[in-house]
């Protein structure tokens, strides 16, 4: 007995002391984290400012979970911000120790065309200063090759090709699956091409989606063949990208020598031959190993060079997926983006306000909060501009209907100005195990909606009646905006998606420009000298424990090496059919709420990083559909 007491005192013990090691263990690193800020960037000797993109470009970055970090199932790509690159170029082309510019495109995955347009628009900056930039990849796809196209020198691994695929591809349709398992889908919509809602009721295409998703594509194609050609006039790129296995065979089934051949680059070499140009030019870096050259860091150069957010002409960023409630940047929630900017109109002398749209859409009710906040900016007197990014359509256009301006690219993805609700029930599926329901009502709408029995006839006619009533508010703020009718609005609304182009000869956007443009139009509005004008960005502080535990997962994935043959890249470029298979099984059992959200800007738009978390959530969402 007196063993076994002894015994447990240990095990107590240990226990107690297991416990008190963990809380030393989280409060050290609690205060490690809320007392950590990003070291200052070094003093920088000359050498080269290297990009290497291992990743996506993004208009916001999205704020992480730090459990999400710890636990490994953080994103798998890094995510860079827009202006941060931009930031760096701009800076890099005036700056005595920089000699040349490195992008490093092997881990690219990507940006959205009118972003990589812009940085285009910086590289060419750099090489307009007599600075040459570099390029290097073992595969260029579309969008790195949009990238590499503006250096000076674009060099390819021999074991390596361009593989320029266009715009377009494959979509998943659901609906052979849903009958199988008896799930009954509820579709309430407005818009002939409103064609978020066809994966779950069609086994392919409508006729009319099919008419207006070519047209996009042909349009968004057409602007980056023009932009690739003037960036880079000797590349026979036509022929090479119409009949790419007729050049394949002239080289010898050597897909490096073929691209070399039409053109498309300038030198074949492996990385280490690439390092040795480049520090011809940039000089040899300290560490004695074959390839190196002195390089300048990235995020630390930007760091030392980001301007004061103390400007009069607000910057309000609406990015991301439209949800409910509060998120993190990236993601634009309806409740902290109207709070951040109600805060900035309450405590800072703002003159005029930018909205910086980069969203496909989604919820309208969180697109109507946004919309009344910066309704609330122009009661104050305050001019309004919109700048549309990459895409700025359904919810992303409800948000930017109280510009007084609106700037867009001609590869911006926008309209698709309709409105649906989903609602999957689960009465077939429940049949196929036997299981039924019944029970007592007493009102038309009781137990409504049954998603174990399925809905009434009234429902479904009171809901889609509510989706219609919305679309008709939709169009009035449309026309209230455009200066046109309800009718010339819904002429060119039913959910169709228009290229930046069109969409500036159908009146749904004012003029052409980037974000600067913008900031420029609002200072003029505002009768502030756009030389003096300066931005105040209105967006939420970083999590600091969010960023302490970043940067220390970084470093530990700084040695860490993947795949580089062109098949292995070329199959992680081709990840997005996954992606959007959990996306739509989320859509379709995250109910009926009122969507104005767009299903093939997700196609068109820049990728965004994946993570376990989605595929957690595809587990969770199979299995709530079984409940």
Not at 514 to 524: F, K, P, S, T, Y
Request: aromatic share 8%; glycine share 12%; charged share 25%.
């Amino acid at each position: 007995m007196a063993f076994i007491k002894g015994a447990w005192r240990i095990l107590v013990a240990i226990k107690d002391g297991l416990v008190l090691l963990f809380l030393l263990l989280f409060f050290g690193l609690l205060y490690a984290a809320l007392s950590w800020s990003p070291k200052p960037a070094k003093s920088v000797a000359a050498g080269a400012l290297t990009l290497d993109l291992d990743g996506t470009i993004v208009e916001q970055p999205v704020q992480i979970d730090p459990m999400a970090l710890l636990s490994g199932s953080g994103p798998q790509a890094k995510e860079y911000r827009l202006s941060d690159i931009v930031t760096a170029l701009e800076a890099a082309k005036d700056d005595g120790k920089v000699k040349a510019v490195v992008l490093n495109l092997d881990g690219f995955m990507g940006g959205g065309q009118v972003a990589l347009e812009r940085v285009g628009k910086a590289l060419d900056a750099v090489r307009a200063a007599k600075k040459p930039v570099f390029a290097f990849a073992t595969l260029y796809s579309d969008d790195s090759y949009q990238l590499a196209a503006h250096a000076s020198e674009t060099w390819l691994d021999p074991l390596g090709g361009v593989a320029i695929m266009g715009r377009g591809g494959s979509a998943l349709y659901y609906k052979g699956l849903i009958d199988k398992l008896g799930i009954n889908t509820h579709v309430y919509r407005v818009g002939t091409y409103k064609s978020f809602v066809e994966p779950f009721i069609r086994s392919d295409q409508s006729p009319e989606a099919k008419q207006a998703n070519q047209a996009l594509a042909d349009a968004l194609w057409q602007d980056w063949q023009e932009e690739v050609a003037k960036a880079r006039p000797k590349a026979k790129l036509a022929a090479y990208v119409a009949d790419p296995g007729k050049a394949a065979l002239g080289a010898g089934g050597n897909l490096a020598k073929a691209a070399e051949s039409a053109g498309l680059v300038d030198r074949l070499g492996d990385e280490t031959a690439f390092g040795r140009r480049v520090a011809e030019v940039a000089g040899r870096s300290s560490e004695k190993r074959a390839g190196g050259f002195a390089s300048i860091d990235l995020a630390g150069y930007v760091k030392a060079r980001k301007p004061a957010n103390d400007g009069q002409i607000g910057v309000l960023t609406v990015a991301g997926d439209i949800v409910d409630g509060e998120g993190g940047p990236g993601a634009a929630a309806g409740d902290t983006i109207s709070n951040l900017l109600y805060k900035a109109l309450a405590e800072k002398d703002l003159k005029a306000l930018v909205v910086r749209v980069d969203s496909p859409g989604g919820s309208v009710m969180a697109s109507e909060k946004i919309r009344s906040a910066i309704m609330e900016a122009k009661s104050k007197g305050l001019p309004v501009v919109v700048s549309m990014g990459n895409v700025a359509a359904s919810g992303g256009y409800w948000v930017s209907t109280p510009a007084d301006m609106i700037f867009a690219e001609p590869g911006t993805i926008t309209g698709s100005i309709g409105v649906f609700g989903i609602l999957p029930s689960f009465e077939g599926t429940l049949a196929k195990m036997g299981i039924t329901t019944d029970g007592v009502r007493t009102t038309p709408l009781s137990g409504q909606p049954d998603l174990a029995g399925g809905t009434t006839p009234e429902f479904d006619r009171i809901m889609q009646m509510s989706v219609e009533n919305i679309y008709g508010r939709f169009l009035g703020l449309v026309a209230q905006s455009r200066r046109k009718t309800p009718g010339e609005i819904d002429a060119i609304a039913q959910g169709r998606v228009w290229d930046g182009g069109t969409a500036r000869q159908i009146g749904l956007v004012d003029r052409f420009g980037g974000l600067e443009d913008a900031i420029a139009e609002a200072a003029r509005l505002a009768k502030i000298d756009p030389a003096s004008a300066r931005p105040y960005r209105i967006e939420k502080e970083p999590d600091k424990f969010a960023q302490f535990i970043q940067s220390m997962i970084e470093r530990e994935e700084e040695d860490k090496s993947s795949s580089r043959d062109m098949l292995a890249r070329q199959a992680m470029l081709q990840r997005r059919w996954a992606m959007q298979a959990i996306s739509d099984v989320k859509a379709l059992a995250s109910g009926a709420g009122m969507k104005a959200d767009c299903l093939e800007c997700r196609g068109f738009g820049a990728p965004r990083a994946g993570s376990m978390e989605d595929r957690r959530g595809l587990f969770a969402t199979l299995a709530a559909l079984w409940r």
